[in-house]
């Protein structure tokens, strides 16, 4: 039933994106960031291991250091849904305005909507950019993450201004005082320690970067 009411809206929400009378500008439309099939549009950051299997993006931590999926363009200004599971208790997150250190999993920019199934482990705050935890959900938030099946993630990044809905339910509403990056890639985290085993799909875009 879930899949069918899916269906019939998501067409609907991208119709109501777009003035009568004209085609949807590019920066109009939800976008696939991924088909499926295979990691195009995707680059692997480090060592761990990144597989497509039935039409999801598998990534496990193979070795004890970071490992990012990023995407190959960057954005400043976006909606983005997703769905994720986790497959075990490491860590894990959606960075976003991220740079790396030429040749290494080393953030030189860029802050990340937590992932992590345990909970009161912050799942939907905010963290990075060298100011480690910026904010994170109201305790009584902690618990909408469903630890063992899949969470459907909203994530609406516009300026300084970040909100995450998990599961329908808005978790983070935070305007940053004192921003620090900008624009950069998106990207898919596996925490250090090799415990990471994440599981994504669904994944679109809603691109409203002004350049």
Not at 33 to 46: A, E, H, I, R
Not at 182 to 204: C, E, P, V
Request: with cysteine; charged share 25%; proline share 5%.
């Amino acid at each position: 039933m879930r899949t069918l009411i899916f269906a019939i809206a998501f067409p609907v929400l991208l119709l109501a994106q777009t003035p009568k009378g004209r085609e949807p500008l590019p920066n109009e439309q939800w976008v696939s960031l991924f088909n499926g099939k295979d990691l195009t549009g995707w680059v692997k950051v480090g060592n761990e291991k990144w597989d497509v299997e039935d039409g999801v993006i598998h990534g496990r931590g193979v070795t004890k250091e970071y490992g990012y999926l990023m995407t190959a363009k960057d954005y400043k200004d976006f909606w983005l849904s997703l769905r994720f599971k986790c497959e075990a208790d490491g860590n894990s997150g959606v960075f976003f305005h991220s740079r790396f250190k030429p040749g290494t999993v080393d953030l030189s920019q860029g802050m990340q909507f937590e992932i992590d199934r345990t909970l009161n482990h912050h799942t939907g705050g905010l963290y990075g950019d060298g100011r480690a935890w910026i904010a994170w959900p109201s305790p009584e938030y902690e618990y909408v993450i469903k630890p063992t099946d899949w969470n459907d993630l909203l994530l609406i990044v516009e300026g300084n201004h970040m909100i995450a809905h998990l599961n329908g339910v808005k978790i983070i509403d935070f305007t940053d005082p004192t921003p620090k990056s900008f624009d950069g890639t998106i990207a898919l985290q596996l925490h250090s320690g090799g415990l990471g085993d994440m599981r994504f799909k669904d994944i679109y875009i809603r691109d409203l970067s002004k350049r």
